[in-house]
């Protein structure tokens, strides 16, 4: 993976949607429910598969998180030179099914995306269910922001292989 594909928000484009957006993404996952929801709310796994060295070239300055109902968590990150902090609030947690958070990048922080994930047992596998709302601002970077998501699900599996 190289840095453009994993940098949530990069020069908006000339062609920006001036309208709000949204995109799925869906990934069978080989590890239980429970398991699975767990890599989303500690730390320590959340620098194994959505930040780090591991996924792309970046160095985790800080994780943390306040995991409840309207509980805050601030990622800084430090990518291509810059410290990038990423925040948002818990909205809704039904812990293991389900987790909705707002996500904001210091890079935009006007651009508050709307985040909910679920995930649905099937014995040992963990179906997960995400989607993304983007808000018109950064609209245009929809492809872009779906690609990062993607590539940070697939290191999320590849951890329970």
Same mark, same amino acid.
């Given at each position: 993976m ?13 062609s920006?949607?001036? @309208?709000?957006t949204?995109?799925s /993404? ?6 239980k429910?429970?398991?699975?929801c767990? !890599?989303w709310?500690?730390? /320590?796994?959340i620098?194994?598969w ?7 070239? #970046? +160095?985790i ?7 409840r109902k309207?509980?805050e968590f601030?990622?800084?990150?430090h990518?291509r030179?810059? #410290?990038v902090? !990423?925040s ?9 099914s389900?987790l ?6 210091s890079? !935009? ?14 014995a040992?596998?963990?179906?997960l +269910?995400?989607?993304? +709302?983007?808000? @018109? ?8 922001i779906?690609?990062q998501?993607?590539?940070?699900c697939?290191a999320?599996a590849?951890k329970?292989?």
């Amino acid at each position: 993976m190289s840095a453009d594909q994993l940098s949530m928000f990069g020069q908006e484009s000339e062609s920006a949607a001036a @309208a709000p957006t949204s995109f799925s /993404v869906s990934r069978t996952i080989n590890g239980k429910q429970q398991q699975v929801c767990d !890599h989303w709310l500690i730390p /320590v796994f959340i620098g194994e598969w959505m930040f780090g060295p591991k996924v792309q070239a #970046e +160095k985790i300055l800080s994780l943390e998180n306040t995991v409840r109902k309207n509980g805050e968590f601030n990622y800084l990150i430090h990518r291509r030179g810059r #410290e990038v902090n !990423h925040s948002g609030e818990y909205l809704e947690l039904n812990i293991p099914s389900k987790l909705s958070f707002s996500w904001i990048e210091s890079t !935009h922080p006007d651009a508050e995306c709307q985040i909910s994930v679920q995930f649905v047992a099937d014995a040992d596998k963990t179906k997960l +269910k995400m989607n993304v +709302k983007l808000p @018109a601002q950064i609209s245009g970077n929809k492809d872009k922001i779906k690609k990062q998501w993607t590539a940070r699900c697939k290191a999320l599996a590849e951890k329970f292989k």
